[in-house]
């Protein structure tokens, strides 16, 4: 898909987006190209398809959840910069935070933050378990399974909630995930968003999930 017709595509999903957020969008593909050829972050293979596959399915989060502009977003396991980048931009008065334990991924991460101007982003080399402070939402791109995941994060997510979601864990996911979330049900509620259904095309296969924890002890 070329960044002409990804700027259609976006200003139809998503029609509050300005000119300025939507060109930002576009050029990333070309930014992360540049990157990828002096530090592989993305599958080489996986670039044809860049604009689908983590843009918009970064951006998927944006369908179900705008962050208020006071929040602070933690984003463990970013890579090179999904979901936490594409957020940010389209949430440009809320302050993301981007880990990840590879030094080369936040390097590309840092770059392409500052060839676009994305100031809401701070991004730092560093495990989710050694991460400080608080934050009201943790987001993810399938790291690794629920039940390792979770007691990374679970003490760093604020108790007080402003959105319509109660403060918890967004987790893009896919496949059959049944044994994962028994796994823990018994310290977490989780709610299953089927992606398909917030989109009119089939862009993203219909097995991309968007899965909201909360802590049970918090939230009853």
Request: charged content about 25%; hydrophobic content about 40%; proline content about 4%.
């Amino acid at each position: 898909m070329k960044p002409s017709e990804f700027s259609i595509l976006l200003n139809g999903l998503y029609p509050d987006l300005t000119t300025p957020q939507i060109e930002k969008l576009c050029q990333l593909k070309e930014l992360y190209q540049f990157w990828n050829d002096k530090i592989n972050v993305i599958s080489r293979k996986d670039m044809d398809n860049f604009f689908i596959h983590h843009v918009l399915h970064s951006l998927s989060i944006y369908k179900i959840i705008s962050f208020r502009p006071d929040s602070f977003i933690l984003d463990v396991g970013t890579g090179g910069g999904f979901p936490g980048v594409p957020l940010a931009i389209v949430n440009k008065d809320t302050s993301f935070h981007l880990i990840d334990s590879i030094g080369k991924k936040i390097k590309v991460v840092k770059e392409v933050c500052n060839e676009l101007k994305v100031e809401n982003v701070f991004a730092e080399q560093m495990r989710a378990e050694n991460t400080k402070g608080t934050f009201d939402f943790v987001i993810s791109r399938a790291v690794t399974r629920f039940s390792k995941f979770c007691p990374w994060v679970v003490d760093k997510i604020k108790e007080d909630s402003k959105h319509h979601l109660k403060n918890g864990i967004i987790y893009l996911k896919g496949g059959d995930l049944k044994d994962e979330l028994n796994a823990i049900k018994q310290k977490y509620h989780h709610s299953i968003y089927h992606l398909r259904d917030y989109f009119e095309h089939d862009f993203l296969k219909p097995s991309k999930l968007f899965i909201y924890i909360k802590n049970n002890l918090i939230y009853n």
